[in-house]
């Protein structure tokens, strides 16, 4: 989604695939998946160590890091458009 400059004019990089916009937003939401498994572990274990910092129970930060991390799951389509609608605002330099 990244806006390249081709035959002096800018455009969104994926322009040259031949990729719909469905197929486009489940690569995205793919790759964000996978992204948010990777950061799993480390995000929850904060949050068990930051619970046990403030003198709570370590469950509790944990439980707190996987409510926070399924809102930002569930914002998925909303960010997904935003970068279709950065990628599709054309301007010219």
Do not use: D
């Amino acid at each position: 989604m990244q806006l390249i400059t081709l035959s002096g004019t800018v455009r969104p990089a994926c322009t040259g695939i031949p990729l719909s916009y469905t197929e486009m937003s489940r690569v995205l939401a793919k790759i964000n998946l996978l992204r948010y498994a990777a950061w799993l572990p480390i995000f929850l274990g904060y949050g068990a160590m930051l619970a046990w910092r403030l003198q709570l129970a370590p469950l509790l930060g944990i439980k707190i890091a996987a409510e926070i991390l399924l809102v930002l799951i569930s914002f998925q389509p909303i960010l997904i458009v935003g970068h279709h609608s950065y990628g599709t605002t054309i301007q010219n330099a």
